[in-house]
């Protein structure tokens, strides 16, 4: 079974700075996607960035980027230029490509990012 | 794109009674997911449909726990006889074949 592994229960980073959070995953699988998630206090969870495992090339999308390590299974998220409003619950999540696989995703327990003006 | 849409927002309940949410997906996605996430967790899957079948279930649907998804658009969840433990967040989400999952806003379900 595949499961997702995110080891910073918290991080803080001040604005403007850069942050890294941290994901792990295990899987047997070779076909596969990952994700991160933003979740907003009491708000609903917004796709932050994609990587699909078949690429070499890391994802970014404007001041998300991701270090996408597949032989070591890491998958981390890099925030540039930190904002107040990236303040939220991070999640790291994993889904199956295999044609047979199933489409859920398995998700990390998540880091909760704080801002610091 | 209306995004999804869940009902109730939060919902309050005795122990023991029957509740039901709905979730409305995005109008073109076939594909509709239940997820259920507990104070400080990472969103945990219940239950998928394509269309109006439903193909996977998770073992953490129990006996008191039915989904439907009768005409391929909306979904609801019932949980039957709810226990202290079902207090959680229930989230739903849709997609397209290959695409990211887009969740809603969820159900709080709170049992006294």
Not at chain 1, 34 to 50: A, D, G, N
Not at chain 2, 26 to 49: A, V
Request: aromatic residues 12%; hydrophobic residues 30%.
């Amino acid at each position: 079974a595949q499961t997702v592994t995110q080891s910073q229960p918290e991080m803080s980073v001040q604005e403007a700075e850069t942050v890294t959070l941290s994901c792990t995953y295990d899987t047997s699988e070779s076909d596969y996607y990952l994700f991160w998630y933003k979740q907003p206090p009491s708000r609903q969870m917004i796709l932050v960035i994609r990587q699909e495992a078949y690429k070499q090339q890391n994802a970014t999308e404007n001041r998300f980027s991701v270090n996408f390590q597949k032989a070591a299974k890491s998958f981390s998220l890099k925030i540039s230029d930190s904002q107040l409003g990236d303040a939220a619950m991070y999640f790291c999540a994993y889904r199956s490509a295999t044609t047979s696989g199933t489409y859920k995703y398995i998700f990390g327990t998540g880091t909760r990012l704080k801002v610091l003006a | 794109d209306t995004g999804v849409s869940q009902d109730p927002r939060h919902k309050i309940t005795k122990r023991g009674q029957n509740v039901t949410f709905r979730c409305d997906p995005i109008s073109e996605h076939n594909r509709l997911y239940w997820y259920r996430q507990t104070l400080g967790q990472g969103p945990e899957f219940l239950t998928y449909f394509q269309n109006e079948a439903q193909l996977e279930k998770s073992r953490l649907l129990s006996d008191r726990f039915s989904a439907e998804r009768p005409k391929g658009s909306f979904s609801t969840l019932e949980i039957q006889r709810t226990e202290q433990g079902d207090s959680a967040m229930y989230l739903c989400a849709s997609s397209l074949p290959g695409q990211p999952q887009h969740f809603g806003d969820g159900t709080r379900l709170s049992i006294l």
